[in-house]
């Protein structure tokens, strides 16, 4: 079983206090790791390198090309280790090699996306209003950024919020998840080789209100960008609001795949069956409300059910595998809770319902691929996030009926609409309230898309030019070029 070590100012150091933790492979059952279990006292020493790093040290000297090559070296170095990384995530979180697979051979495109964009960075001359003078804006780094990320897909947050963090020239500290620290471990050793000066990019781990919340609260930080529940995203930004820091948030989604009439039923199903199971379910734009029009609902419901028993239940690390484990044991035990309450309410099990159980599953926590009908809106398991391979089907009569169920609910992450009218597919994502809107097609992300959510989905987008202005600072400069002094000194020029 490896031992791991914080990563602090280039190195790899034990944490404070002397004390690890295990992580549990979610397959298995069993521990395979020890992760140090950060204390306030490792916050402090991060953030305190971070600074020394980001505002003395090399980073701010290096001109911004030399900072966006040695990012773009970083997106080299990882795509040479990306399938050890995957499969670390894997022993970690559970989720099919397959996704994170390619998940971490995507994973370069944000280094040498944002490494790209570094010297692009332009400022403005402003055609300024004033006589005798001159004016011009730039962009300057935020500030030591705290980055929070969440267990499902620790690396792919790490690309989101480090590559854009690091190309506005900011130093970061990653909080990884305390169930899948690992991976972003080993991340760290790969900053190092492609060039990234020591204190630039740091990782502390441990329990969320342990050190996540001292880094928060820390007054050297700047920015926090957290990916996670909205319940922690809330205290996130209440504390961070005490001291007025900078916030991104990505939260949680109960995401509606609209399914009209007029769609190609095998492409919709295809989309719907892989917006809520891949994954495990376990994402946080899963499709987990299906609205589908009443006139196609039976037919639907059938290919759908035809697809969802085809899945192969089992070991996450097997190509063919379907659906792998749930990540953690709280996660499996809500998972359960969810489809109790979801019966308890009304609404009609179509398909599992329970424990997964066969030859291919382990001491692990396995849930069927769950399939509810019959589900109003107003039901909780409509209503809350189940982050599992649960799916609800609610029945629409017309396009307006429709867009008003997807727009009813607290969250704003994602939608899907399944069309071949070409009108609708222009008119019903501007009508949904969500980030991000995919028309005849699901869970499509790129490195150079923004992403992000409306309402209690969260604050803020990653990927995309736009990124990078959440972690820069608008700086307004003043030049007088008049010769003379000015003859009124109490009136302002
Ligand atoms: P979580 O909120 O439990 O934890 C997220 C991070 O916050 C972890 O690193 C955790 O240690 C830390 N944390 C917990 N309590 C804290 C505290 N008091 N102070 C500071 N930090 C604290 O979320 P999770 O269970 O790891 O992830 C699942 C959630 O993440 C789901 O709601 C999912 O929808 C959401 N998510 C959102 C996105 C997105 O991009 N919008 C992507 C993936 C997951």
Redesign the pocket.
């Known amino acids: 079983m490896k031992t791991y070590q914080l990563y602090i100012d280039g190195r790899y150091v034990d944490p404070a206090q002397g004390e690890w933790f295990d992580s549990i492979d979610p397959y298995r059952g069993e521990a395979w790791a020890k992760i140090p279990r950060g204390s306030a006292a490792d916050a402090d020493r991060a953030v305190k390198a971070a600074n020394k790093a980001m505002w003395r040290g090399p980073w701010s000297k290096m001109t911004a090309s030399a900072r966006g090559k040695v990012m773009r070296k970083l997106g080299d170095v990882v795509a040479a280790n990306a399938e050890r990384l995957a499969e670390i995530e894997v022993r970690d979180n559970g989720k099919l090699m397959a996704e994170m697979l390619g998940q971490l051979r995507y994973h370069p495109e944000w280094w040498w996306y944002f490494g790209g964009l570094v010297d692009k960075l332009e400022g403005g001359l402003v055609p300024i209003d004033k006589a005798e003078t001159f004016a011009y804006t730039m962009h300057e780094p935020v500030g030591v950024v705290a980055a ?6 620790p690396l792919l ?1 790490v690309a989101w919020k480090c590559a854009a963090a690091l190309a506005a020239g900011c130093a970061v500290i990653v ?5 899948t620290s690992a991976s972003t471990l080993e991340f760290a050793a790969l900053t190092k080789e492609a060039g990234i000066p020591d204190g630039i990019f740091n990782v502390v781990t441990g ?3 342990e050190i ?2 001292e ?2 609260a820390h007054p050297g930080v700047a920015k926090i960008t ?8 809330s ?2 930004y209440e ?1 961070a609001a005490r001291s007025l820091k900078r916030v991104s948030l ?4 109960k995401s509606p795949n609209i399914v009209f009439e007029d769609a190609d039923l095998s492409a919709a199903a295809a989309g719907v069956i892989s917006g809520i199971f891949a994954a495990t379910g376990q ?3 899963a499709g987990s409300r299906l609205l589908v029009q009443n006139s196609i609902k039976d037919k639907f419901s059938g290919r759908l059910l035809e697809l969802a028993r085809s899945a192969k239940v089992g070991d996450p690390m097997q190509p063919d595998t379907n659906i792998g484990p749930v990540a953690t044991p709280v ?1 499996y035990k809500k998972i359960l809770d969810y489809i109790d309450i979801a019966k308890a309410e009304g609404a009609r099990c179509l398909l599992g319902g329970k424990p997964a159980s066969g030859p291919g599953i382990k001491g692990g926590q396995f849930v069927e691929p769950t399939i509810f009908i019959d589900v109003e809106n107003s039901m909780r398991i409509a209503r809350e ?1 189940v ?1 599992g391979p649960v799916l609800s089907i609610i029945g629409f009569d017309t396009e307006e009926e429709a867009v008003r169920i997807a727009n009813d609910t607290i969250y704003g ?1 994602a939608a899907g609409i399944w069309t071949k009218d070409l009108g609708r597919a222009v008119r019903v994502p501007k009508l949904l309230r969500a980030g991000t809107v995919w028309v005849n097609t699901y869970r499509a992300i790129s490195y150079m898309m923004p ?3 409306m309402k209690y ?2 604050v803020g987008r ?1 990927s995309g030019i736009d990124a990078v202005r959440e972690y820069l600072e608008t700086k307004s400069v003043w030049i007088s070029t008049a010769k003379d002094v000015p003859a009124n000194p109490f009136v302002m020029r």
């Open positions: 929070l990320t969440a267990w499902n897909s947050f909080k990884p998840s305390e169930f329990f969320g209100p996540g919340s880094l928060i957290f990916t996670g529940s909205d319940t922690t995203g205290k996130v504390t990505e939260l949680g989604g994402s946080c734009i996660q996030e982050f992450l992403f992000g959510g989905s969260g990653e």
